[in-house]
């Protein structure tokens, strides 16, 4: 059974970098694609990007160049890096997967971590 | 950039059918994705490739494609059924990973 958790600093100042990553349990995350979303308060959710198991990227242009997301599979865990944070930035970010494969949806989600972007 | 449409919000009372509708201009040649997010909750996928519906999900839930516009339908609404419920779908290139708006359903 595939688990995800997200984690990392819950505040981040304005025009610096926020790093969150997204441990997995039950699986190697060399076997599947993975994804990052976010959801701001009160809104619907956003793509951000997918890192596929062959370790290539897709990004949602909207981000502007400013998203990273890498594989650590010495920790059985993938990242994400969003530079020159704003305001705008404050949501909910989650991790997700394709445990079935690509066209069957994201079935496993991590439960979320708030980041806000204040000074 | 593409977008998909959803209705802001939804009211039924128990044991009626609800219809969710999302329309796209890409939807006759992408999958479509339904999710159920629940308050304080991660989202939970309830129909894949626009009318598949995945392991433990009740089957009063399903999806249905016409055109432009895919739906989910939730038949016997039930009061745990009360979330926001979000379309996915890909953009024509099918390298753009977009969502609706979504719906919020209330269950009077």
């Known amino acids: 059974q595939v688990q995800m958790q997200e984690s990392g600093p819950g505040l981040v100042k304005p025009s610096e970098t926020l790093s969150l990553n997204c441990s997995v349990s039950g699986v190697s995350i060399s076997f599947y694609d993975w994804s990052w979303l976010r959801q701001s308060p009160g809104k619907g959710l956003e793509w951000i990007g997918y890192i596929y198991s062959s370790g290539s990227t897709n990004y949602n242009p909207s981000f502007k160049s400013r998203v990273t997301i890498s594989l650590d599979t010495s920790k059985n865990q993938f990242s994400l890096r969003v530079n020159s944070v704003t305001a705008a930035d404050t949501a909910v970010y989650f991790c997700?997967?394709?445990?079935?494969?690509?066209?069957?949806?994201?079935?496993?989600w991590g439960q979320g971590t708030t980041v806000t972007v204040s000074s | 950039s593409y977008e998909l449409t959803q209705p802001p919000s939804m009211s039924m009372s128990p044991g009626q059918t609800a219809r969710i509708t999302c329309s796209g201009d890409a939807l006759p040649k992408q999958y479509a994705y339904w999710y159920q997010q629940r308050p304080g909750q991660a989202p939970v996928l309830v129909i894949y490739?626009?009318?598949e519906r995945p392991s433990g999900i009740p089957d009063r839930f399903s999806g249905s494609t016409s055109g432009t516009t895919v739906t989910l339908t939730i038949s016997g609404v039930q009061a745990e059924d009360e979330a926001d419920y979000f379309c996915q779908s890909a953009d024509s290139s099918g390298i753009i990973t977009v969502f609706g708006g979504g719906t919020k359903l209330t269950v009077l």
């Open positions: 997700a997967s394709f445990t079935s494969g690509a066209h069957y949806g994201m079935d496993v």
């Open positions: 490739k626009d009318k």
